[in-house]
């Protein structure tokens, strides 16, 4: 069984940056894909940002942060960062990491949360 475990978040001004980061724990990782999602009060649970381990690390963003975001990896670590610039106060959520062993589909493996808020 994978664990991720989550740090990073916390609360910033507009226009701030914070850098998430996700690492598994446990065993028998062999992860494909990492992502990020997040969950605002009363909203539902989106993708942020999503990253392949393998095949160069092709990456994937949702619109409302291309050009803000930066996922990465550290496959040494089995690690996967979220650095989050310009931040908005409609960032303001509660972050996921999510792993899977899968090329596609549903991600398996979900850590606890991190809070995110940005304030005006």
């Known amino acids: 069984q994978v664990q991720l475990v989550e740090s990073g978040g916390g609360l910033v001004q507009a226009g701030g940056s914070l850098r998430l980061s996700c690492a598994p724990s446990?065993?028998?990782?062999?992860?494909?894909?990492m992502g990020w999602y997040r969950q605002a009060p009363g909203k539902q649970r989106e993708l942020v940002a999503a990253?392949?381990?393998?095949?160069?690390?092709?990456?994937g963003y949702a619109d409302s942060v291309k050009d803000r975001f930066t996922i990465s990896r550290d496959n040494a670590k089995n690690t996967v960062y979220l650095q989050m610039n310009s931040l908005k106060p409609e960032d303001t959520a509660v972050y996921y990491c999510?792993?899977?062993?899968?090329?596609?589909?549903?991600?398996?493996?979900w850590g606890q949360g991190t809070q995110v808020t940005v304030s005006p």
């Open positions: 446990g065993s028998g990782f062999n992860i494909n894909r």
């Open positions: 999510a792993a899977t062993r899968t090329s596609y589909g549903p991600y398996d493996f």
């Open positions: 990253i392949r381990m393998r095949s160069g690390g092709i990456t």
